[in-house]
C-alpha cells in the first residue's frame, strides 16, 4: 500500500523557518514529479512546488526565493525548505506523487506562522 507521510509542521513566528519531509514507501519514488500543495478551510488546494524526476523544480509566485522543494530519491524523500516566512503561509501542506487528480497524496502536516 503506497504511503506517504509528511512531517516537520509547526507554530513558528513571522520570518522563522521550518523544514518539511514527505516520506514515500511501496512506491518507485525516482519516476514520480513530486510536489508540495496548501490547502486553508474553505479554500481550493493550491500547488506550491515542484520537482521533475530530472530535478527541475517549478514555484508559486507567493513562495518563490523563499521555499526550496528537494528531493533524496535514495531515501524516498522529498523536502520543501520554507524561510521568511509569512502568517499567510499558514495552512495544511500536503505533498503528492504523480498528478492532482490520479496521484497519492500524504495526510498533510499544519504550518502555522504566528506571533
Known amino acids: 500500500q503506497v504511503q506517504l507521510v509528511e512531517s516537520g509542521g509547526g507554530l513558528v513566528q513571522p520570518g522563522g523557518s521550518l523544514r518539511l519531509s514527505c516520506a514515500a514507501s511501496?512506491?518507485?519514488?525516482?519516476?514520480?514529479?513530486m510536489r508540495w500543495y496548501r490547502q486553508a478551510p474553505g479554500k481550493q488546494r493550491e500547488s506550491v512546488a515542484t520537482i521533475t524526476t530530472g530535478g527541475r523544480t517549478n514555484y508559486a509566485d507567493s513562495v518563490k526565493g523563499r521555499f526550496t522543494i528537494s528531493r533524496d530519491n535514495a531515501k524516498n524523500t522529498v523536502y520543501l525548505q520554507m524561510n521568511s516566512l509569512k502568517p499567510e503561509d499558514t495552512d495544511v501542506y500536503y505533498c503528492?506523487?504523480?498528478?492532482?487528480?490520479?496521484?497519492?497524496w500524504g495526510q498533510g502536516t499544519q504550518v502555522t506562522v504566528s506571533s
Open positions: 503528492n506523487a504523480g498528478t492532482f487528480q490520479a496521484g497519492y
Open positions: 511501496a512506491i518507485s519514488f525516482s519516476i514520480y514529479a
